[in-house]
């Protein structure tokens, strides 16, 4: 896919060490978050959601923590790994609406 | 795993002539999402169809794009006249549900050029 490209954060970690991926949403009425994955030449891949009555949900290797004082999202990957290499948005959602709001983007590089 | 096929994969067209981007839903899912993904704005609705019925197409240039789902297992959009600006990967996404979030797919896009 056409990642946004020039202007993306860059986050570089060690394979092995954990991640933290931040995002600043724009909307205090948004209920609903998710965080995509996409890697070169493919489409936004669903990692994990979570709803406003909720500050924290864990999948696998992974942990999406939501703070609404803030406005703050953030997506932690634990004992990341070379597949791991992608760009990842965050998105939000308001009530009664169909549309995702995507952020800009970060790009995580894993260093083998 | 079933997938969301989108074809072409890439198109170079010059600009003025027509362009049509064809999706290929997961069958049984009833919704379908386009969007458009740019270095500038990122990704961006253009549309989006639920049962074949168009439900908010306010993302998209009127003057110039149009999109249809002919049947349950095609969508298209189409751009008449193409122009540079139009640049892009177009994505699109099926699912079932009244929100797209967990449980939406996206294709793999078709990555247009304007000349």
């Known amino acids: 896919g056409e990642n946004v490209g020039l202007h993306l954060p860059t986050l570089s970690v060690q394979e092995g060490d954990n991640s933290i991926i931040n995002c600043a949403y724009s909307?205090?009425?948004?209920?609903?978050f998710i965080w995509y994955k996409q890697e070169s030449g493919k489409g936004p891949q669903f990692i994990i959601d979570?709803?406003?009555?909720?500050d924290k949900r864990q999948g696998q290797r992974v942990t999406v923590l939501l703070n609404k004082t803030v406005k703050h999202l953030s997506l932690q990957i634990a004992a990341t790994q070379p597949g791991d290499s992608a760009v990842y948005f965050c998105?939000?959602?308001?009530?009664?609406?169909?549309?995702?709001?995507f952020g800009t983007g970060t790009r995580l590089t894993v260093i083998p | 795993d079933a997938r969301v096929t989108q074809t072409p994969r890439h198109k170079v067209t010059e600009m003025g002539q027509e362009v049509t981007m064809r999706c290929q839903p997961i069958?049984?899912?009833?919704?379908v999402f386009w969007y458009r993904q740019t270095m500038m704005q990122g990704l961006e609705l253009l549309a989006y169809?639920?049962?074949?019925?168009?439900?908010?197409d306010s993302g998209m240039p009127k003057d110039r794009f149009s999109a249809e789902m002919p049947d349950a297992t095609l969508a298209t959009l189409k751009i008449q006249p193409s122009e540079p600006r139009d640049s892009a990967v177009y994505f699109c996404?099926?699912?079932?549900?009244?929100?797209?979030?967990?449980?939406?797919?996206f294709g793999s896009g078709t990555r247009l050029t304007v000349v």
């Open positions: 996404a099926s699912g079932l549900g009244q929100r797209i979030g967990n449980g939406y797919t």
């Open positions: 909307n205090s009425a948004s209920d609903y």
């Open positions: 979570i709803r406003s009555n909720m």
């Open positions: 998105a939000e959602n308001q009530p009664g609406a169909n549309n995702l709001f």
């Open positions: 069958l049984g899912h009833n919704t």
């Open positions: 169809f639920r049962n074949r019925a168009p439900l908010d």
